[in-house]
């Protein structure tokens, strides 16, 4: 049995350990706001971009672009998102293994030309050190998401698919569901299909932080409208003409639409790290306040025993005088 001395130091560094986990808490709580105020800022130009195709779509059916054009896949992008900083639970592990299980699949399919854009820097080190070919350095759009970079890039995929140097780009993050539901998401960029982008559930719960899921069924079932929910599109009207023609007009929106993703999916990753993060650090809080209820009974126990071995000793010895 381990010394009083031994219990009571183990107590203080448990003690320090709980008060980091407890302040990193606080800290991804804050950070977790903020995200989650940048995605609602983002959120009307999503809803007008998305009104404006699916009218578009609605009035004309057959309406196609150069980016939506299938062929024989040989090269692919794949732009992973992870986080530059750890401790969040399981986030970047599911991140790494997704990014394995997609360039597994297409060795399956006889393409080997893989090329990794790690956006953060968990990612970017794991797909060095796997021998992937990666492209420049996205840790800071992950640290600080910001708009510009984003478009660059978007830009930059659109004009090598549109040139054949690239034959499929996907997308590999987490979707931020809620505070306590980030889904590990596989989605493809281009060639990009509207009606089915248009489509995705991308529902979004952006008024808690609350992680837990007793307390997300409640909310739920009380009837809480999302955040999310968007105008049903119709048709502009039945005959409407546009200039100078439907095609030359959806390739003018549709790298909007590219921009909007690779910009989404950011922030939806950036927002599922600090919800992460702050899951994890309330789970070591949790068990570190466990295990201070625990090492403190024993630590009165073992005071108890000492103190009655004591008094034993003291009345021994006056028995034997």
């Excluded at 105020?37 to 057959?62: C, G, Q, R, T």
């Excluded at 590999?172 to 248009?198: C, M, N, W």
Aim: hydrophobic letters at 40%; one cysteine or more.
């Amino acid at each position: 049995m381990p010394s009083l001395k031994e219990i009571k130091n183990r107590i203080t560094s448990v003690n320090s350990t709980r008060k980091i986990t407890s302040a990193m808490k606080m800290v991804a709580s804050s950070k977790l706001h903020h995200a989650q105020v940048m995605i609602e800022n983002m959120l009307p130009y999503e809803s007008m971009l998305e009104h404006i195709l699916k009218s578009f779509l609605a009035s004309e059916v057959d309406a196609t672009t150069v980016f939506s054009v299938e062929r024989p896949v040989k090269k692919v992008a794949l732009l992973v998102y992870s986080s530059s900083s750890s401790l969040c639970g399981g986030f970047n592990a599911n991140i790494i293994k997704a990014m394995q299980n997609v360039v597994d699949e297409y060795a399956k399919k006889n393409v080997s030309d893989v090329i990794v854009y790690p956006i953060g820097r968990k990612v970017a080190e794991k797909a060095s050190k796997l021998g992937y070919v990666t492209c420049c350095d996205y840790t800071e759009i992950a640290d600080k998401p910001d708009i510009h970079p984003c478009v660059k890039l978007a830009e930059e995929l659109a004009n090598k698919f549109v040139d054949g140097e690239i034959d499929r780009v996907e997308l590999i993050y987490h979707h931020f569901k809620s505070a306590g539901s980030q889904l590990l998401t596989r989605k493809t960029l281009l060639p990009i299909d509207v009606k089915s982008e248009l489509d995705f559930d991308d529902e979004r719960d952006l008024t808690s932080n609350i992680a837990t899921l007793e307390a997300q069924e409640y909310l739920r079932k009380k009837g809480r409208r999302s955040s999310s929910e968007k105008e049903e599109a119709k048709p502009l009207n039945d005959n409407f003409i546009v200039e100078p023609d439907m095609c030359t007009v959806l390739e003018q929106l549709i790298p909007k639409l590219l921009h909007l993703m690779v910009y989404t999916a950011l922030l939806d990753s950036n927002a599922s790290e600090h919800a992460a993060r702050m899951v994890a650090m309330q789970t070591a809080t949790d068990n570190a306040d466990e295990l201070l209820r625990e090492l403190n009974l024993q630590y009165n126990k073992s005071r108890q025993q000492a103190i009655t071995n004591e008094l034993l000793d003291i009345m021994g010895g006056s028995v034997n005088n």
